[in-house]
């Protein structure tokens, strides 16, 4: 950093250990061999010129004390930069991950019932309940931690049959649970672009992070899963598939 000298300078000798008279050149004519210089400002002088600081935090804070710290009781201290919009979106997206939890709450109990006794399917499907609502949980504490409210919504009553004529239940089960994984994946995109229109980093890079890649892996795996069940069809290989399930939750749960 170069230092520019002003009026407001003295000069120091290190030699010397006194300040220069007044009378007495800034620079000597004749330099002194082995002498130092040290260049100090005078008392009441402004540092600006020798430290080159443009940011002053007390000054820029002074200015918007009353926007940053708001003093009414309801209002947020955390909030900063978080629009409305983006608010309101985190509050759909946490009624969306609910319904879909809700859906899979009662596949798992269809397929937990005595007269369908395939546990491998309710299992699945009880796991991807608990972690769908696992997911409404998370954007709740996102929701609070940027400062917005949380603002439960309505819960649409699913089916309690899921036995298709002609699919059979297990494959219309894993068809319907593919079709919620892109309905989702497609709320998350959107929930994105909302953030992206108000500049809202931060809240790109949480969903980002914590959703899309992990939602992209769930429709690759049920995708999967739905393509082997409609080469096995109704028969006796649905069952042999929902011991296949067990074993992948068994080494799952152990992992």
């Not at 909030?79 to 997206?93: L, P």
């Amino acid at each position: 950093m170069l230092l520019k000298a002003s009026p407001a300078l003295s000069i120091l000798s290190s030699g010397v250990g006194d300040l220069f008279p007044p009378s007495r050149a800034l620079f000597p004519s004749t330099p002194c061999r082995g002498s130092k210089f040290l260049v100090r400002a005078a008392k009441g002088t402004s540092t600006k010129s020798l430290t080159g600081v443009v940011f002053e935090p007390f000054e820029e804070v002074k200015k918007e004390m009353d926007l940053l710290v708001p003093t009414t009781p309801m209002s947020s201290l955390a909030r900063h930069k978080f629009s409305d919009e983006s608010e309101s979106a985190i509050n759909e997206q946490i009624n969306v991950e609910y319904n879909v939890s809700y859906i899979y709450h009662a596949l798992y109990a269809y397929f937990d019932r005595d007269n369908v006794g395939l546990k491998g399917f309710a299992n699945f499907f009880k796991d991807s309940s608990l972690e769908e609502r696992g997911h409404a949980e998370k954007f709740m504490e996102y929701q609070n931690k940027r400062g917005g409210r949380v603002k439960l919504q309505s819960i649409l009553m699913p089916f309690s049959e899921f036995d298709h004529e002609e699919k059979g239940d297990a494959l219309y089960a894993m068809e319907l649970a593919l079709s919620l994984e892109k309905l989702t994946n497609e709320k998350l995109l959107k929930l994105q672009s909302v953030g992206v229109k108000n500049n809202d980093v931060q809240l790109v890079d949480f969903v980002e992070s914590e959703f899309l890649g992990e939602q992209v892996e769930a429709i690759k795996k049920i995708s999967e899963y739905v393509a082997q069940l409609r080469r096995i069809g109704k028969g006796h290989g649905v069952w042999h598939f929902d011991q296949m399930l067990l074993d992948e939750q068994v080494v799952l749960h152990e992992g």
